[in-house]
């Protein structure tokens, strides 16, 4: 069966520090992947998304970038993060329909 | 661009009544996927029920069955005899049918109802 593994699951990190949150897929080849942020109380807001290695599309500019550098790893990532960058991070993958999510990073830019 | 509109923020149901959610969408497409997700306190995101947009028939998972109403771009979540366990945030979610210049199909969500169950 297909599983999808998100870490860390907590993260607290400067203003101005890089970031780096790992999503791996197991059980599917060549799945759709993506990077959704939710606010506090809010709806998610898809970020990046990819259909293959090294292909990424990005949904809103910001302070942060996506890889893909093998078929089952997503990696978000920032140079220098900012207070706004605060948020619950989710990677989700898909192949035909529904998206199945990890269980989710919550970052906390200090 | 698609867009879908959850216009209860919260609600609020007594254990064992029975409850429904709404949800619109925008979207000059024929043919998509609508889904209602699940997220608890644990913040899991947990799909509870999907539909097809070419089949009339509206879907069925046990206690939650959805009223989809195509030509008015609505699709309500309906949980029958709530439980405790059902509370939580409920998202409706419109998966886009196009294949996009790199191919993806993008889930597109709601701004979320917070479901509440009063015992």
């Known amino acids: 069966s297909q599983t999808i593994h998100q870490w860390p699951a907590t993260l607290v990190q400067p203003v101005g520090s890089p970031l780096s949150l790992e999503c791996t897929v197991e059980?599917?080849?060549?799945?759709?992947l993506y990077w959704y942020r939710q606010a506090a109380g809010r709806g998610l807001q898809l970020l990046f998304y990819s259909v293959g290695i090294g292909q990424i599309s990005s949904e809103v500019p910001q302070n942060l970038s996506a890889s893909r550098p093998q078929d089952r790893q997503f990696i978000l990532s920032s140079k220098k993060l900012l207070l706004s960058d605060s948020g619950f991070y989710l990677c989700a993958w898909s192949v035909y329909s529904e998206a199945f999510f990890g269980q989710g990073t919550r970052l906390t830019v200090v | 661009a698609q867009t879908v509109t959850q216009s209860q923020p919260e609600m609020s149901v007594q254990e064992a009544e029975t409850v429904t959610l709404s949800c619109t969408y925008d979207?000059?497409?024929?043919?998509?996927?609508l889904f209602w997700y699940k997220q608890p306190p644990s913040r899991q995101m947990i799909l509870v029920i999907r539909?097809?947009?070419?089949?009339?028939q509206n879907a069925t998972e046990n206690r939650f069955s959805v009223n989809f109403q195509k030509a008015a771009k609505s699709f309500s979540l309906k949980i029958s005899d709530s439980q405790l366990g059902d509370a939580a945030m409920y998202f409706c979610?419109?998966?886009?049918?196009?294949?996009?210049?790199?191919?993806?199909?993008?889930?597109?969500f709601g701004q979320g109802t917070r479901l509440t169950i009063n015992p």
């Open positions: 979610a419109y998966r886009t049918p196009e294949r996009l210049i790199q191919g993806a199909q993008k889930l597109v």
């Open positions: 059980g599917t080849s060549n799945p759709n």
């Open positions: 979207t000059s497409e024929s043919d998509y996927y």
């Open positions: 539909q097809e947009a070419y089949k009339q």
